[in-house]
């Protein structure tokens, strides 16, 4: 295990109805100008945007809106939210929806602070932000785990890559289950899909022998399996909604990173992927990661042997390791095509595969979890994903 220093800053307020209690305890402590960030509408209509302006007024806040996030927001919708937070000197960012107005946020948060373009900051000049104004998040759709991480996925469009980069930490973060009953539920899927992509990306991340990390990782990609297929069950049941929510930010809130170095490729290719082709973040990891793994799983018999056994209970008799490997990542094939996720670009509407080679040319390549791709490798893995 490597060594680590391990600490949370985001208070975590879960339940059905928490909206209101952890609002009026967390506003008390912030000023008195505060930035309402949401996305396309959604939660106009579906009440929570009432429900939280209520709760603004009553604590007295002068309200700021910065609406129309985007999914996959883009470099300039962030440059929009900083105009707003400064041009009204606002306090304190409240960011409602998911990983995208999140995300948003989190590099709002951060480009308010400092005079110069983050993205220079971060990628030319190589630095870490080192101011934020405080933020929290109200989640209303859960998968990307970006409630309790700084780390935001950000589009540039000019420069076509989105990559991750660093912005403020949510000093509190809601996660209501209740609010995720309304999401189109394609979208529920694809974000649970991708709750899962965070925890293999992680069990596959170096060393790749198992110790305690390992073990709980193997607990939630168990429970969201589970969940996946109890929520497709019954659609309105509370409970496994619950558990996806929780199993999300689980996967993201550094917990099960702890001693590892995670890999990542998967997100890597995806992320490049949809600088190109706007692609939906799940659907485009449920295509990537079989015929990704189908690449590695050689390269690491055993963890996969394990993976196959542990995660979805193949039965290891008469089976050599890397029978069982092989056997662990159809499995997984096989789950994402029961629960209904795109198998092939095509299937998720990418009807031109001319952007690939640009998409290899310039996503990041990992050190890998078992083994490094090649930019030539990453191309051969697109086309067999089309
Ligand atoms: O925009 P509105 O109208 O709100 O609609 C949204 C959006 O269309 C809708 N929605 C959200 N809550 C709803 C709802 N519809 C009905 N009822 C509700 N309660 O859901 C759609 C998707 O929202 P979005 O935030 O785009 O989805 P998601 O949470 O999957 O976020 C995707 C973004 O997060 C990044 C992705 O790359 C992508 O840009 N990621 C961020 C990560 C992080 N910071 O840790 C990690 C992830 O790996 C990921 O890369
Ligand atoms: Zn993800």
């Avoid at 996967?251 to 001693?259: P, S, V, Y």
């Avoid at 629960?339 to 040319?361: H, Q, W, Y």
């Avoid at 930019?375 to 051969?380: F, M, Q, T």
């Amino acid at each position: 295990m490597k060594d680590f220093v391990f600490s949370y800053p985001t208070k975590v307020y879960f339940g059905v109805g928490a909206a209101k209690g952890a609002l009026e305890t967390e506003l008390d402590k912030v000023g008195k100008n505060v930035m309402l960030a949401y996305g396309g509408g959604s939660v106009k209509k579906s009440g929570i945007y009432d429900e939280l302006m209520e709760v603004l007024h009553k604590k007295g806040k002068t309200v700021y809106e910065f609406s129309g996030i985007m999914s996959n927001p883009t470099y300039a919708k962030v440059q929009e939210g900083a105009a707003i937070a400064k041009n009204n000197a606002v306090d304190f960012i409240l960011a409602v929806g998911g990983g995208s107005v999140i995300d948003c946020c989190k590099v709002v948060a951060a480009q308010v602070k400092t005079e110069e373009d983050i993205w220079k900051l971060e990628f030319v000049d190589r630095k870490l932000p080192t101011d934020a104004l405080p933020m929290g998040a109200v989640v209303t759709v859960s998968g990307t785990g970006s409630e309790m991480n700084s780390g935001a996925v950000i589009t540039n469009e000019e420069l076509k890559l989105k990559v991750g980069m660093l912005g403020a930490y949510n000093t509190f973060a809601v996660l209501d289950p209740s609010y995720t009953l309304t999401v189109p539920f394609k979208q529920v899927i694809s974000g649970a899909f991708d709750t899962l992509s965070h925890c293999m990306e992680t069990y596959f991340g170096s060393p790749l022998e198992s110790f305690i990390s390992d073990e709980i990782n193997e607990a939630v990609i168990k429970n969201t399996i589970k969940n996946i297929r109890a929520t497709i069950a019954d659609p309105q049941d509370i409970v496994p909604r619950s558990e996806l929510m929780w199993t999300s930010a689980m996967a993201e809130n550094g917990i099960l990173k702890i001693g590892k170095v995670t890999d990542f490729q998967a997100h890597q290719i995806e992320h490049q992927l949809g600088a190109y082709t706007d692609c939906n973040h799940g659907q485009g990891l449920a295509v990537i990661h079989p015929v990704l793994y189908r690449h590695l799983y050689t390269s690491a018999p055993a963890k996969f042997a394990r993976f196959a056994t542990e995660v979805w209970g193949v039965d290891s008799n008469g089976k050599t390791e890397e029978q069982l490997a092989a056997e662990g990542v159809e499995r997984l094939a096989d789950f994402i095509k029961e629960i209904g996720l795109p198998t092939t670009f095509r299937e998720m509407g990418i009807t031109d595969n001319s952007c690939f080679k640009a998409v290899a040319d310039s996503c990041n390549i990992t050190a890998g979890c078992c083994k490094q791709l090649t930019r030539e490798e990453i191309l051969d893995i697109l086309n067999e994903c089309y």
